[in-house]
């Protein structure tokens, strides 16, 4: 599981293709080492006044990496976006209170597996200028996949900031990365992240 947090720098000369990937790479490597390992109660906890709580992040950030998914591959949704009921904003926070640990990590794994290889096969296939497969404007205009990866990173990077206070509250946690020596026990029950 170490390899799964684990990520690369990107070389000193990188191309903005390499270093938008890298830092939605280690956004997610990040967002998996703070919301990874805990059980239920942990994922439950709320921190007030905030009513969001770690597995709440965790099924909302799956629900976004679905969403965006669709803008590169245009397929319809799949879980949990899939499941959502359209009429209660609370959904995902609500509902999130009620999945296992493993439902929460599994469905973050899957739209974020899905997602990555939607985007791989998006941008092998136009690039980031490309428009969006599905949203638009109220006038039919499409943002560029450019738009659509700096929009999933900036989902992360507002979350991660959520995740890393309560997990120092939950037991103390705190740093900028994950360290790239995690033992398996520390990390077995991580959300899980591939770094290409």
């Known amino acids: 599981m170490t390899d799964d947090i684990a990520f690369h720098e990107p070389s000193l000369t990188a191309g903005e293709q390499e270093m938008l990937l890298f830092a939605l790479v280690r956004s997610r490597a990040t967002f998996a080492w703070k919301t990874g390992g805990l059980d239920a109660a942990a994922l439950g906890r709320a921190h007030p006044p905030s009513a969001m709580t770690l597995g709440g992040l965790v099924k909302h950030l799956a629900m976004v990496e679905e969403r965006y998914t669709i803008d590169f591959s245009g397929r319809p949704p799949g879980p949990p976006l899939s499941d959502a009921d359209r009429d209660d ?61 700096v929009d999933l990173h900036d989902e992360y990077a507002r979350h991660t900031g959520h995740a890393d206070l309560f997990r120092e509250a939950i037991d103390g946690r705190v740093g900028e990365d ?19």
């Open 178 to 196: 994950p360290p790239q020596n995690v033992s398996a026990t520390s990390a077995d029950t991580a959300p899980e992240i591939a770094t290409s």
């Open 89 to 149: 904003p609370a959904w995902v926070w609500r509902t999130a209170a009620d999945d296992s640990p493993e439902v929460l990590y599994g469905l973050w794994r899957d739209a974020v597996a899905r997602s990555r290889a939607a985007m791989a096969a998006a941008l092998a296939d136009g690039g980031l200028d490309q428009p969006a497969k599905f949203t638009a404007d109220g006038d039919g205009n499409r943002p560029n996949l450019r738009r659509i990866v």
